[in-house]
């Protein structure tokens, strides 16, 4: 019978800001009676890195981004995504216009309209 202990990340008790891997190594049996660990720390500098040491150690692999084919991202659209935004509408102030009905959309900056024209072009 084997005994795996998942790695753990703790916060360092040495350095604030820092944290540290705990894992469990084996370290000897008697014929199946028993068996010892010996706990080992790993430090890391910040939280992602001791995230990824752990991920590592337990054999997590990570899954790649996976996109959605064309057909599918155009059906979870509305009829207005669909249609499209201009920049513009509403004077001085940020905001798109969407082609199919009009609506003006008040926007947070001028950054964010050109975002919403490029992400949701006009079709001619």
Known sequence: ???????????????????????????R???????????????????????????????????????LPLSVERSLLTPEQLGGCRTGGCGYDPAVTWALTGRVERVHNWGTAKSLASDYPVEA
Do not use: W
């Open 1 to 27: 019978m084997s005994i795996t202990i998942p790695a753990t990340v703790t916060p360092s008790s040495q350095f604030h800001g820092r944290y540290d891997v705990l894992t469990y190594v084996h370290d």
């Open 29 to 67: 049996s008697v014929d199946g009676i028993y068996q010892a660990f010996r706990q080992e720390r790993i430090p890391c500098h910040n939280l992602a890195s001791a995230r990824a040491v752990r991920d590592r150690l337990n054999g997590v692999t990570k899954q790649a981004n996976v996109s």
